[in-house]
């Protein structure tokens, strides 16, 4: 089992190195919202743009630029880096062996289909993990050197990046296996990720704490295990084929 699973686990990871402009573009998002925005945001603070307290969500609740940038902007930022790259890579690799039709061929091989899954799990995961990874303690660093760092800061956001992938991935999956072509799981696509950050940013105005981010990795990690529980239920070499 682990030779059939390490085997296949190889011929995801090739067929995604393969991709070059998959891997780019699941690079580029990342690397803007982490390192372009995020210094953006910390330069406008250096400078004095944003010295003066601003209103969340009522009139009577004023916070700073700091603030802002701690509890709500790097949050946003990291929640939209998390969820992007598996999306884009889980579909490059079901959608792009759906149009080959290379997955017919692993019916007459000795493999599951929950093989054939798990291998393409882990390859995502590993991958996203590889790109944001680096890129989040860049950001870190980046922030801490500008004076806005802590430690909770770090470790709450660091949750909330793990459990920004897993949801990405499991409903990435889910959408795979539910939408038969690539412009159905596009829009199935768009409606499972489209509301997380707006409602994550309600969240993060509401509770003034680390909490606000705890609870929205929290929330996501949840969500991400029935996904993946409802995408097992349902799968199958054909559903996966497209069919």
Sequence with gaps: MRRRFA????????????????????????????????FGNI?????????????????????????????????VLVTISALVVPSIVMGDLLFGERERRTLDLLVALPVSVYDVVLAKLTAVLGFAICV?????????????AAGYGAVPQTAALAGLLVASVCYSTSSALLVA?????????NIVSGLVLGPVVPVEGLVLAAVKSYAAIVASASVLLAVACVLLIWSLRLLSFERLAGG
């Design 177 to 185: 296996v539910v939408a038969g072509e690539a412009r159905a799981a």
């Design 7 to 38: 085997a296949l686990l190889r011929k995801e990871m090739k067929q995604l190195l393969r991709s070059r402009k998959t891997v780019i573009a699941a690079a580029m998002v990342p690397a803007l919202m982490l390192l372009f925005v995020a």
């Design 43 to 75: 330069l406008t603070l250096k400078v004095g743009f944003a010295s003066k307290e601003i209103y969340l969500l009522s009139s009577t609740r004023r916070v700073s630029g700091a603030f802002l940038l701690q509890h709500y902007t790097l949050p």
């Design 132 to 144: 944001i990874g680096p890129l989040f303690v860049l950001n870190t660093l980046m922030v801490s």
